[in-house]
């Protein structure tokens, strides 16, 4: 039974009480990523959504930043607190009897950070390392990098930021970019697990009822690219990474988008994992993965070789994506995605984290949560020719953008016109 | 209530029933890891472990490579078979129903691999992929260079190989190693949630019961080192990593060890992260773990941070392991250790797969399965008196091993005499 509640300030309390478990955990979405940067004279790619994230843990209401850290670890919490390009997101999980201690700790760093410009220096100096840790991570960065190309700005956004960003950065453009973002509209909060709901939503009320509204920020999109793109360094295995357009988790299409995303390269006996990885040996990792956004959705592709086989690696890659759109699926590949997806939704169920994902994600995207019972009949009732159909508009190279990183660039399909 | 029955053949099979899960999870433990490479001529750093692990997977029982694959994708099995130094562990998580016949795939899998000639190449190539993209993961690079030096041989020897010990194997190797190593005596399989005890044991009796033993294989061990050690790499972030002894799971002193090295290093208010990474901000991650083997158990601390700071990074890291040898632990640290450890307990017996990892370990170090509030209770019991004699005797200088990787080396305490 999932319960929802929306405050009159614009918060969502979404929750789902879960027989049998002990634990409980929740999921708070602040509408506060990085492509949030940009306003009211923030620095763009400054990393400010990272660093505001790890500032409001250094003390908050009347405690300092060690008895904050304290206290979620007395109540044995495990958090982290982290920007995305479209969120901050706030997570912990706890046993279920802790779960409004530990709310009403999260709200203190929410809602009364301390902002001590003392942190300032060593929050500036995580955030510089963590840009160097990304350059010795070159399979992490290429996906930053592919993000930043392929969707419009800031839709794209690292949120690490970049040296010149991260350096400019005053402690007032922080406090900026705390009161603008960190809100209750367009926040969502996701809670399950061993939880009784009236006392949630009483003990939500008191801690977040009262938070004034803050206006939207308008976002100026731009476009970006190139399509085509090569990064140099020296590392030891050429990383290949591409994008191209699907649809968005509300769009009629979206099973049918998810079936041709995994049939493509989301299985262990999947067509890229297949073709690239059993077949050649080109890759240990290769995959397909969806990902949306509210406006805008893509199928992102991965795979990480040496460089005397990168080329072989990229051109098998495009020509998998190629044939899914030529020939379309199978009703045995229907059958075995039916069966990793439903198998796999059940078995992320029985997380009281993973649980409040799910729910936050399902009222951001959609204004309401999904059961899993609608999810398997939208799955079942999926056809070969349904999917194929769709498979047959997707993955034009015009549309596709396609990023190396390594010592050499590589031959990549140009676009036409 | 947990389960247990030994096969005459040796096998292990200890199962705990889940109510109210939908999900079962397996691991089965083989005594196939990359420290018994060495006897009937495999090469020593060979690999030989990992391939085999892969090579089980193209083709068993009567499925070839594909039919295999699809069979268990199929069932919605998530599954992952991989070497590590001391077993080879093939890991599953599917719904309950569809446990037994999964179980009939992974016996195939085990007792039945085709070994098909012409999959080697295929391997081989991926082996040595994997030991590229090792070169550009520096973090995770240290840690098996670590392990390597700091414990006796074989017990530390990295399992992906060596690019000269992967490109000598045969086929007749790795059909050797198999033969010897995937065995029922030694043997452990570990299953949790939707199971019915009386139906999995006969499963697992009839898929495995006429299993023959097979001799243990002798193991000469032989010292390492070096203490010191510095790899150059051109890499942005130096990689620091250290070990020192501690005791082993069965040790009447095993909880004040888990408990001292938690202190220094577990969770987000632990003393090396607040004076590394909260008041210097030196890195994101720091860490100490307790890992433990049968007949040896090690702390090992990590850090990654840019070179002008490691020197100051690794004296922090130094100083601190000194001082918890030197004052010892407070009781407030104690009680925030211990509701760390008991919240992260209780949240992790709520997963079926990370259960049978309790399951088959507990059985492995111990040959029996401690209950959550047998944990408790040992952890309840502990003083600060009692973690803190402990940890006087811990940490010293010549029993620690200490590597760096990056640019240039730093200043380490030489080891005495």
Known sequence: MIEQYEFPNGLVLVAEPMPGVQSAAFTLLLPAGSAYETADGVKVESGAASMVAEWIGRGAGDRDSRELLNALDNLGVSHSESAQTLHTSLAAATLGRNLIPSLELIADMVRKPTFDDDEIEPIRALSLQNLRSLEDDPGTKVIYE???????????????GTVDGVTALTADDLRRFHSRTYRPNGAILGVAGAIEWPKLKEAVGRLFGDWPKVDDGRIHERPTGPRRDHIVRE??????AMAYPT???D???YYRARAAAAILGGYS??????EVREKRGLCYSVYA??????DRAAVLCYAGTSTDRAQETLDVMLAEIARLAKEGVSAEELRTMRAGLKSSLIMAQESSMSRTNALASDWYFLGRVRSLDEIAARLDALTPEDVSEFAAGQGQLDQMTILTLGPTPLKTPTTPG
């Open 247 to 249: 649809v968005t988790v």
């Open 146 to 160: 592919l993000r930043k190309r392929h969707f419009p700005e800031p839709w794209g956004r690292p949120s690490p």
């Open 269 to 274: 006996s999947a067509r890229l994992f297949t």
């Open 235 to 240: 590392t030891q295995q050429i990383q290949i």
């Open 289 to 294: 993965s969806y990902e949306s956004q509210k």
């Open 251 to 253: 769009h009629p299409d």
